[in-house]
């Protein structure tokens, strides 16, 4: 099988290698790629967001499955482009990703599917946002409509904050916060048949507890040794069967990977968001600890056959993955900076990397780095992640010392 993969970050870096260690994988492009991207396959150039030159590549390339990886990409119809070429492709129609290029068509589908979500208002005038924040008691949420890279969600005691960021937005939801951890749940799916993945955690802030500016993720654990036994039974029940058959009733099936943000309430879980793909940084923790090959997961959903395929295998253990960000993010990011320590490292995965003309490793992005390790424990699967990290340097470098910290304990309770 010959498989194009589409996108550049740390997300992409775990799917490449979980799709090169496939036996039926028998040629990787990589469009546009990435430093280490280049090390597990071949990189042809292509803008991502332009659908015809993605099909183009694909026709030249001879894939024989197109996988599509950031959700940007998919919002502007580019699995529909390879589609109308007669090449499966592995993520949803430009239709369909509108589960997380618009929060409020998303919350319109979770209210006629039943799913148990936030109460929420779509808003778009700055009257509009500032009587749906009177609807709610702190702290409040507020959340770009868009696409926003996970960094458009604001969560705040601060009612003048919260309002300032919805004007800045201009069409945002406000919606009542969900106490109780988050969880992510990935679910593989050919518009009928449903697979979930194993649930991770990740940490959007910033600093240690949680603290500081929401970012795109820096870090993620698997899987969850603190959540109820039943979780991903409840949640494929409650809301990704009743998601998806909304979905194709409104003439939109979506096939791709389906991604379950979740608060674990004291009413129990709720949505938090849908994504159109695999989560960064949870797919390095996830992916890393699964054992049946992705190529075939992947291809079996883009044409349809999910339903025949085996149960997925999984490895013992613990994955934990720790991200290292440039100086700066998430509100900026400091760019070619010399990276050392990470070239040839195992468990080290590309997220926002180039190659300077000398050939030295230098920073081009918010989120650098990735450090994935794999543990017979949480504790060890930690240790041996950070123990990555600390190994690699450049300027500025910033990564959060709590990843996995609190399940690792036992520290994380139910409401």
């Known amino acids: 099988m010959r498989v194009l993969l589409i996108g550049t970050g740390g997300r992409e870096h775990a799917l490449a290698a979980a799709l090169a ?24 150039a292509v803008d991502p967001l332009d659908p015809g030159a993605v099909a183009a590549l694909a026709v030249e390339s001879g894939a024989d499955l197109v996988v599509v990886g950031p959700e940007a990409p998919l919002v502007a119809g580019v699995a529909d482009a ?24 998303a919350k319109d589908v979770m ?5 148990p979500t936030a109460r929420s208002f779509a808003c778009t ?59 992510s749940l990935f679910v593989v799916t050919d518009g009928a048949a449903a697979v979930p993945l194993q649930p991770a955690q990740d940490f ?14 820096m870090g993620a654990y698997s899987p969850l040794p603190w959540a109820p036994p039943d979780l991903v039974e409840q949640v494929m029940a409650s809301v990704v069967q009743p998601t998806l058959a909304e979905m194709r009733r409104r003439d939109t099936p979506f096939s791709g990977t389906l991604y379950v943000g979740l608060a674990l309430t004291a009413d129990g879980p709720k949505v938090i968001e849908f994504n159109c793909r695999f989560g960064d940084p949870e797919t390095q923790a996830v992916l890393a600890r699964l054992e049946t090959p992705l190529a075939g997961v992947l291809h079996a959903a883009a044409v349809g056959r999910l339903a025949e395929d085996p149960p997925l295998a999984w490895r013992s253990g613990a994955a934990v993955t720790v991200v290292m960000a440039s100086a ?26 180039a ?38 340097s450049f300027d500025g470098a910033q990564f959060r010392t709590d990843i996995a910290l609190a399940a690792a304990e036992g520290r994380i309770l139910l409401p």
């Not at 496939?22 to 280049?38: E, I, K, N, W």
């Not at 109308?84 to 618009?102: H, M, R, T």
């Not at 959007?204 to 993720?217: H, S």
């Open 21 to 44: 260690a496939d036996p039926a994988v028998t040629a990787l492009v990589c469009a546009p790629g990435s430093p280490g991207l280049a090390t597990l396959g071949e990189l042809a």
């Open 125 to 183: 005038t700055p009257e509009e946002i500032a009587a749906a924040l009177d609807e709610f008691a702190p702290p409040y949420v507020v959340k770009d409509d868009g696409l926003a890279a996970g960094k458009g969600v604001v969560v705040t005691e601060d009612r003048d904050a919260a309002l300032a960021h919805g004007v800045a937005c201009g069409r945002v939801v406000v919606e009542e916060y969900l106490a109780g951890p988050e969880v």
């Open 355 to 392: 190659r300077r003309d000398d050939g030295a490793l230098v920073t081009a992005g918010g989120r650098v780095l990735t450090g994935t390790a794999l543990g017979a424990t949480l504790a060890e699967a930690r240790e041996a992640a950070y123990a990555i990290v600390r190994g690699i």
């Open 328 to 353: 700066g993010y998430p509100e900026s990011a400091h760019t070619g900076d010399v990276i050392t320590g990470a070239d040839g490292v195992p468990g080290v995965l590309h997220s926002g990397t």
């Open 204 to 217: 959007k802030r910033i600093f240690d507890g949680d603290e500081g500016p929401n970012t795109g993720g």
């Open 82 to 105: 390879v589609r109308a070429k007669g090449i499966p492709c592995f993520g949803p129609s430009q239709a369909a990703a509108q589960l997380e290029g618009s929060k409020a068509f």
């Open 111 to 115: 209210r006629a599917a039943g799913v």
